[in-house]
């Protein structure tokens, strides 16, 4: 048996378990996601984060994030501010701007940092892809949704009910059309943020794949923006304002890449034998 040093932090209710396994190493990511997610035998999470050395000479720390069905996924924008939050306020940087290897590439992190302490960060999460899976393009019940890749796949949908996701979250995400699974999205306008303003409320409920209903979504936030420009449902900057807080999405023209902003929390530090 050895003892593992971890910390429980959230980005708007997404809450993960995150090690340094450049101190911890982890053997067995996919198990211990399981076995730690579990919020009744376990510490609780919607999944567990690897923090680590860069594989790439062009990035500063790495991120490996795992579902809490063990299941590994690409990438996860509230994960990567916490990630943010956590090696400058450990003192383990004091870059104000951080670059971070993850399986969908090198995401730049922005940390707005006032009296040594990380309020938020702005994620680059680089462009959208709206090349549809092949089996998506054949199923004609999925004609009312977008199809969104920020790395991993999201589809959205607008509707009045976005209650509906705890009865159709499971069914569209093992849908034939994904193979692969795929993070659904329900949303609706709420309306302007102020008067006279081009930003856009919009209210979301997310499924994530290997976790199921979770309190918010980075990626998943990002592809709701996406969906409501290209439907006509909003400009290219959006608040979406999902269970666990708001995440602010700018779509920018430049670049075309989107910037994610939201806070970062930590929720306590603890150990736990393996």
Known sequence: MRKIRFAKMHGCGNDYIYVDTRYFPIEDPNALAIRWSDRHKGIGSDGLVLIGESPVAEADFSMRIFNADGSEAMMCGNASRCIGKYVFERGLTNKTEIRLWTRSGVKVLTLHVVADRVESVTVDMGEPKLVVPEQFQSSPDLSLGTFVSMGNPHYVIFTKDVDQVGQKGAELEHHPAFPQRCNIEFARVVGPCSAGSDKVRIRARVWERGS???????????????????????????????????????????????????????????????
């Open 212 to 274: 199921g209903i979770t309190q918010a979504c980075g990626t998943g936030a990002c592809a709701t923006t996406v969906a409501a420009c290209i439907t006509g449902h909003a400009s290219r900057n959006c608040s979406i304002e999902m269970d666990g807080g708001t995440l602010d999405i700018e779509w920018r023209r430049s670049d075309n890449h989107l910037y994610m902003t939201g806070p970062a929390t930590f929720v306590f530090d603890g150990e736990i034998e393996i």
